[in-house]
């Protein structure tokens, strides 16, 4: 593969001007273009209305990497878990989480995690290397096939939610996001499409500045900077004052409700006090808040909240007109639920 060109690095445009030099006929560009983004085909051998020759000239000037299913676990609630074997042998988990009348893709955008939020255990793998965009792509292609496969549906929701942090790898996030919602790609809606971030605050402003269409998730889980510090060492650069100036520009921009996720810890970000902090943050834009239920990881010595705590929360919350859904978990039998994924597989 030394002089061989990845082909799905190169636009349409291109590939029509390759066949074109070589003499073939340029609708051999959509066939091909549709072989590899529509029909996610692993090998040029598996595009049947392409002639053995026209295949041999691909073989000679290109190569097709996907990434591959390692390992599948199933949940005793229906969740699969899908860790991804990447061409340098790295693995990634994606999540596979099915409701009455929709299934969610979760999935991950690096190998690993910088950030060492004290309660995910992605955060103590260190980080690795980020994705490409092609590898983003690919598990959402997957993910797809297992969801129509295991519960005769097609995927509703994408959420990057996954291992790693989504804005600490823009540049592909935003090209896997535009092949997924490309006619020429999945053709999913953007607004079906959640990235979420730990809140860094010039990269939220350009997701403004570049007037994105999907949703945007912050990973809050504390409204305070000493509290959100203790757990999130990256709020030491992006304090919760930066954090309100960047999501308040990013609505200006885009007029895109935000979805705040707030994880409950017992005893450290449960009761009223922080609830009350929590609403001072919310009523700066337009929000949503996702409570979601906290999963054990080793060692760690977080707790959840107990239900009655929970109860409070919501309720005072609710009592302040902000819309609140509580996520319960999904997947804890398989190391599948939210701040679990860490290469168990």
Same mark, same amino acid.
């Given at each position: 593969?030394?002089?061989?060109?990845?082909?799905?690095?190169?636009?349409?445009?291109?590939?029509?001007?390759?066949? &074109?030099?070589?003499? *073939?006929?340029?609708?051999?560009?959509?066939?091909? %273009?549709?072989?590899?983004?529509?029909?996610?085909?692993? !090998?040029?051998?598996?595009?049947?209305?392409?002639?053995?020759?026209?295949?041999?000239?691909?073989?000679?000037?290109?190569?097709?990497?996907?990434?591959?299913?390692?390992?599948?676990?199933?949940?005793?609630d229906?969740?699969i878990? @899908?860790?991804?074997?990447?061409?340098?042998?790295?693995? @990634?988990?994606?999540?596979?989480?099915?409701?009455?009348?929709?299934?969610t893709?979760?999935?991950?955008?690096?190998?690993?995690?910088?950030?060492?939020?004290?309660?995910?255990?992605?955060?103590?793998?260190?980080?690795?290397?980020?994705?490409?965009? *092609?590898?983003?792509?690919?598990?959402?292609?997957?993910?797809?096939?297992?969801? *129509?496969?295991?519960?005769?549906?097609?995927?509703?929701?994408?959420?990057?939610?996954?291992?790693?942090?989504?804005?600490?790898?823009?540049?592909?996030?935003?090209? !896997?996001?535009?092949?997924?919602?490309s006619?020429?790609?999945?053709?999913?809606?953007?607004?079906?499409?959640?990235?979420?971030?730990?809140?860094?605050?010039?990269?939220?402003?350009?997701?403004?500045?570049?007037?994105?269409?999907?949703?945007l998730?912050?990973?809050?889980?504390?409204a305070?900077?000493?509290?959100?510090?203790?757990?999130?060492?990256i709020?030491?650069?992006?304090?919760?004052?930066t954090?309100?100036e960047?999501?308040?520009?990013?609505?200006?921009?885009?007029?895109?409700?935000?979805?705040?996720?707030?994880?409950?810890?017992?005893?450290?970000?449960?009761? $009223?006090?922080?609830?009350?902090? &929590?609403c001072?943050?919310?009523?700066?834009?337009?929000?949503?808040?996702?409570?979601?239920?906290?999963?054990?990881?080793?060692?760690?010595?977080?707790?959840?909240?107990?239900?009655?705590?929970?109860?409070?929360? $919501?309720? %005072?919350?609710?009592?302040?007109?902000?819309?609140?859904?509580?996520?319960?978990?999904?997947g804890?039998?398989?190391?599948?639920?939210?701040?679990?994924?860490?290469n168990?597989?």
């Amino acid at each position: 593969m030394k002089n061989k060109k990845n082909i799905r690095l190169l636009s349409f445009e291109e590939i029509k001007k390759f066949f &074109l030099e070589h003499n *073939e006929k340029a609708f051999r560009a959509k066939q091909v %273009y549709d072989w590899i983004w529509k029909k996610h085909v692993s !090998s040029f051998e598996e595009m049947r209305n392409i002639s053995k020759a026209v295949i041999n000239l691909l073989n000679e000037h290109f190569f097709l990497e996907k990434i591959n299913i390692f390992k599948k676990q199933k949940s005793s609630d229906g969740t699969i878990k @899908v860790a991804f074997k990447l061409s340098d042998n790295e693995i @990634v988990e994606g999540v596979l989480i099915p409701t009455t009348n929709r299934v969610t893709a979760c999935i991950s955008t690096q190998v690993g995690c910088s950030l060492k939020c004290t309660f995910c255990a992605t955060g103590k793998l260190g980080f690795i290397r980020n994705l490409t965009f *092609e590898e983003i792509f690919d598990q959402v292609a997957i993910l797809t096939k297992l969801s *129509e496969e295991n519960y005769g549906q097609i995927l509703s929701n994408i959420v990057y939610m996954g291992m790693g942090e989504p804005l600490l790898n823009y540049q592909s996030v935003i090209q !896997s996001v535009e092949k997924i919602t490309s006619k020429n790609g999945m053709a999913m809606s953007p607004y079906r499409i959640t990235i979420s971030t730990v809140g860094i605050s010039k990269m939220i402003k350009k997701l403004g500045d570049d007037k994105v269409k999907f949703n945007l998730a912050l990973s809050l889980h504390a409204a305070t900077d000493s509290k959100r510090r203790s757990v999130m060492p990256i709020n030491e650069y992006n304090s919760i004052d930066t954090l309100i100036e960047a999501l308040k520009y990013f609505y200006e921009k885009t007029k895109t409700r935000i979805t705040i996720e707030y994880l409950l810890l017992h005893n450290f970000n449960d009761n $009223i006090d922080d609830a009350k902090e &929590l609403c001072r943050f919310c009523k700066n834009f337009p929000v949503k808040i996702n409570l979601i239920e906290y999963n054990a990881v080793e060692k760690s010595n977080f707790q959840k909240s107990g239900e009655q705590k929970t109860l409070e929360f $919501i309720e %005072y919350l609710e009592s302040k007109n902000l819309i609140v859904n509580l996520r319960r978990s999904r997947g804890k039998d398989i190391d599948a639920a939210c701040g679990q994924l860490a290469n168990k597989s």
